[in-house]
């Protein structure tokens, strides 16, 4: 299975976080960046680039001295299915009881609304319906 259909799990989302960050990058670099950003000894960070790159989420490239690893899945469509996963979890699909939830407790800021109103406003003329 290829990473594009597939959620990431936490420690999946964090390595792939370095990735979007500044690809392409070798094991060597990508296990500092997470030993720095949460901790993870080495042999952690070593541990899952290898079975990210089984699973196919990752792919690598022979550099000069290293090989040169890369996400397979793009931020943006890993974001998208973990909203789609959040959304059919907690409000069982619906955007709309999401936006009324935030509303109705007030969690909603000035700059979220008007940007809330910008997106339908741009949806609208698109015709979606």
């Known amino acids: 299975m ?12 964090e390595v792939c976080e370095c990735l979007w960050e500044q ?8 296990a500092n960046r997470l030993t720095e950003r949460t901790g993870w000894t080495r ?3 070593e541990t899952l680039v290898r079975r990210m790159a089984d699973k196919g989420l990752l792919r690598w490239e022979q550099g000069r001295k290293a090989k040169l690893y890369y ?13 789609r996963g959040f959304l059919q979890k907690v409000f069982g699909g619906s955007v709309g009881l999401l936006v009324n939830t935030m509303a109705e407790r007030e969690e ?10 910008e ?3 741009k949806l609208e003329e698109k015709g979606h319906d």
């Open 43 to 45: 042999s952690t960070g």
């Open 71 to 83: 996400p397979t899945v793009a931020r943006e469509d890993a974001v998208v299915r973990e909203t």
């Open 119 to 121: 997106t339908l406003r």
């Open 108 to 117: 909603l800021s000035r700059e979220e609304i008007d940007q809330l109103y």
């Open 2 to 13: 290829t990473g594009e259909k597939q959620r990431l799990t936490n420690t999946e989302w």
């Open 23 to 30: 690809a392409p990058m070798t094991m060597t670099q990508i």
